[in-house]
């Protein structure tokens, strides 16, 4: 079996390379988007197991590019976890309302993120049988 | 003379060329230094992220020993990871700055006769999060130019250790605005600790720095403070008498109630805003008719403030706003009607106007009259245009058609 | 009688000669006083590079203590980019702010699209009228974002549109936006700044504008920064370059800033008022608002600060024809004249500090006489070499200081930009800049001096052709003013 994809939309290249190495590392595909609208693109195509965005990005944001997957069927259903700098309680809501499965405030701690990612991901492959 | 002006232009001639060529060296150096450093850094990178991750003991074993460029790049690479990262990861980066010498480099540079040499080392310190520079950046905190100070002050701040605290609060006495502001972001950051040296420090603090020291105290919910705070709803300073009834707003315990209902009557109207939006946090049913009545004040903010608390206050709080757009006093039905029509309050009675259920609908339509007699239509007649559902449209048309109105 | 007119001739010649060599004069002290400037400039660039750290910004994004701020944009028959650049102001990096777009009588489509596009619809605003403006037609929020109101009024001009949207801003800090500027992210982060660090006594704080033409521009961002195509625009570019890099900021720090870019500037308010608000009075009310500001602030006796920061902030588009660049020109020259004449009173007052005793006696000297005395000068050393008297060396001396001198300032500009924000990484670019500054000075220049003088006598006319300019939306305010 193929091993999940998992889509990283963050505008900052440090933080894009930390979560493909930390994500590699324990053998998940990991794809990448630099701005809101390639977020959108590379997730329409191709469709991944799990997408982590954040929120403060170039040409759209976070919030319209969650909207935006929610609203067409095919992308409604790519799990999504929040992860952003805005930490207001607002903002949190906003986002689980939404429709996003979690948020991770940064700074994040990357054991945490992995075990979230990871129950999500199992959660989604029960769900499937 | 003619040969004097000659030369002169010729001078003058290759100090432009000179110039040029300054401009174009210096570009091309940087380049080429980034490149290089680009390069490294490729280089470099991933063993780096692997250790961050988890891998190994210590980084220096994972590396040849870093020289000249690649220190540089080592470093850079360790803080731009720090930024973002908490937990065991980060405490790995920590360790790693401490085991390669970065530490002991940088807080070497704090002595630095260049102030920004300094300063660039507290700022670099400050994301390095290192116990070991806590001493001398203390000392730093006396330095001479005032960004030195704040971004010693901001490095202690990321250390969390007791031994910061108190260095933190003597800087409050800064005359400097700014650096007070920006202490109080860092103090409140700190946890329950920094309160209560703040407490006790309290009456030696300057004013300015005061308010601050205030704001601080219930941005960390420190409980411990209410006495201080409540005691400071009487201080002779507005702005203390405001924050203060802010900051027992964000600790919120129901208990502040009757001393914040006193502050509603304050003289000064910062005052009477605080201590609406703190009642409305609150949430005690006593305070709703006080409420009611500072829907009428002079002062925008506080008739805001007051609104919102209302509406924050659950079923008695909607209910005292819908009675207030019959109030006698304009800017009370204005203040109650822009709430409601905020929460959304007036769009669910326009809907209820399309239900098969006939009380709903009376019910609906007395509410919608009041609103039409506390003449704030524009909402209304908004939806009146637009609104899917037939029957909804043509009552409302219908009660906003000149007849319908009692006046 | 004969001798008479041997005399008559030789007169001629000496004060051609003379002149000559008070042009001269003129030019040495000009381009020296340039130097000085850029000199300033120079160590307050290197120094605000020094101490600023992203991190600060950061920091100022996250506070709670950061001051709230309400965006103006006033708007005339903007129907092609107003969605865009209200979009693109709602994308700007910060905690909270407000937009407010003020629809000045627009003929065309302006107020639909906005409605159209933000779902806007009409509310009540209570607000006081603590400036008197035009008639105010209606009032639009959106539900989807809370923070963007539209008003609605008859025409009244820029002025009259921004006093509105003063009237109507809910935060003590506003910040003026022209319509068709593109504002950077961290814009409002970097101008707020100077109020978090001297929250008492800053009043207004004004940032470098850039050109946009050239520039990469998608949704409202630039997304790739090159130089324009055209060679006038070019001009531009390296004219900007001085002027503010090496000329504004040099300015600010001698404490007497007058010029804040009307495409973008953040003000306080509560001193906004209390000279008046904005005036219809002159062509360039930003400038206009400025020296009120001064005058008002001085005569009251207050400490203040009105800074420039040195960190890039707006892009704005640029004349690219003729005939664009000369009405541009000739609006603020016009404008600088009439707001001298309005204050004449602060020249060489001691009450007014630097600025009565150097700034505006600078501006009366070099910016406003000194294009008559440059384009005589031309003149004359033209004549003098048709009549055949003009001296070899004294025409290399003028060389020397009316073009060379001006030379090496305006590549010292572009050495300035490349060793602080890099904004141009192409070498391309670099190339075409350094080759710009050398022709920027053989030619444009002087055809600026021209056209001021056109404004000159245009103002002496009291020609203000406002309305003429009003169908093509509001021009971009003055941003350049001093330094041709």
Known sequence: MSPPRILVADDDNTVRRFIVTLLADRGYEVLEAADGEQAYKVAERAKPDLMLLDLIMPFRDGFDVLQDLKRSPETASIPVIIMSVKDREEEIVKGLNMGADDYVVKPFNSLELVARVRKILEREIRRAE | MSEVLIQVLWVLGSVLVLLSLCIIANKALREMRERRGARIRRDLEPRILEYINGKGERLAALLPPPRGMERQVVEEVLLDNARFLKGKARARITAACEDLGYVRDRVRQLRSPRWWKRAEAAEKLATMKSPRAAPDLIALMRDEVPDVRMRAARALGHLETRTSIKPLIEAFRDPNRWSALRIADILSGMGPGAADELMESFATLPIKARVAAVDCLGRARSHRAAALLINLLSDPDRDIRARAAHSLGLIGDPNFTPDLLRSLRDPAWPVRAMAAKALGKLGRPEAVAPLREALKDREWWVRINAAEGLRSMGEKGLAALVDAIEAEDRYARHAAVATLEGAGVLDQYVEKLASPDEREREKALVFIRKIVAAERTDHLMQTAARHTQEKVREQLSRILAPGEVKA | ?484
Not at chain 3, 246 to 265: D, E, K, P, T
Request: proline fraction near 4%.
């Open chain 3, 1 to 484: 009688m004969i001798p008479l007119a041997v005399d008559w001739h030789d007169l001629l010649l000496k004060s051609i000669l003379g002149f000559n060599e008070y042009v001269i004069y003129y030019f040495i002290t000009l381009n020296s006083v340039y130097l000085l400037l850029f000199l300033v400039s120079l160590v307050e660039v290197v120094r605000f590079v020094r101490r600023t750290f992203f991190s600060d910004y950061q920091q100022i994004l996250k506070s709670e203590m950061t001051l709230p701020i309400s965006i103006v944009v006033p708007a005339q028959n903007e129907e092609r980019g107003i969605v865009d650049t209200v979009r693109s102001l709602l994308q700007l990096n910060y905690g909270e702010f407000e937009i407010l777009v003020v629809n000045d009588g627009s003929k065309d489509g302006t107020l639909e699209r906005l409605v159209r596009a933000f779902d806007l619809r009409t509310t009540d605003r209570i607000y006081r009228r603590t400036l008197p403006t035009g008639k105010v037609r209606g009032i639009y929020a959106s539900l989807e974002v809370p923070n963007l109101t539209v008003v609605d009024k008859e025409h009244g001009g820029k002025s009259d549109a921004l006093n509105t949207g003063i009237n109507l801003s809910r935060y003590p800090l506003f910040c003026s936006v022209d319509a068709d500027s593109v504002i950077e992210e961290n814009a409002l982060l970097r101008v707020v700044k100077p109020f978090m660090e001297h929250p008492e006594e800053m009043v207004a704080v004004g940032g470098i504008v850039r050109i946009i033409n050239g520039c990469e521009v998608r949704d409202g961002r630039v997304v790739k920064i090159g130089l324009p195509r055209r060679v006038l625009p070019v001009f531009q570019v390296v004219e900007y370059l001085r002027a503010f890099l090496s000329g504004r900021i040099g300015w600010s720090v001698l404490r007497s800033l007058l010029i804040i870019s009307g495409a973008f500037g953040l003000y306080k308010k509560s001193e906004v008022i209390a000279v008046g608000g904005y005036d219809s009075n002159t062509d360039t009310e930003d400038l206009e608002l400025v020296v009120k500001l001064h005058e008002g602030l001085k005569k009251r006796k207050m400490k203040y600060r009105i800074v420039f920061v040195p960190d890039p902030v707006c892009w704005t588009e640029a004349p690219e024809k003729f005939k664009t660049l000369l009405m541009q020109r000739n609006r603020w020259h016009r404008g600088l004249l009439q707001s001298f004449r309005l204050h004449w009173r602060m020249l060489l007052n001691p009450k007014y500090g630097v600025i009565g005793i150097v700034t505006l006696p600078y501006f009366l000297l070099f910016e406003m006489l000194g294009p008559f005395v440059e384009v005589l000068g031309y003149l004359s050393v033209l004549l003098a070499w048709l009549l055949g008297i003009l001296n070899m060396e004294f025409f290399l001396l003028f060389l020397l200081v009316a073009i060379f001198y001006g030379v090496f300032l305006s590549i010292a500009a572009v050495l300035l930009e490349e060793i602080s924000f890099r904004r141009y990484p192409a070498w391309e670019d670099l190339a075409r800049l350094i080759w710009y500054a050398i022709w920027e000075n053989i030619g444009y220049r002087q055809l600026l001096a021209l056209f001021k003088v056109k404004a000159f006598f245009d103002f002496i006319r009291r020609r203000r052709r406002w309305g003429e300019m009003g169908h093509r939306g509001f021009r971009p305010a003055a941003a350049v003013p001093d330094q041709h």
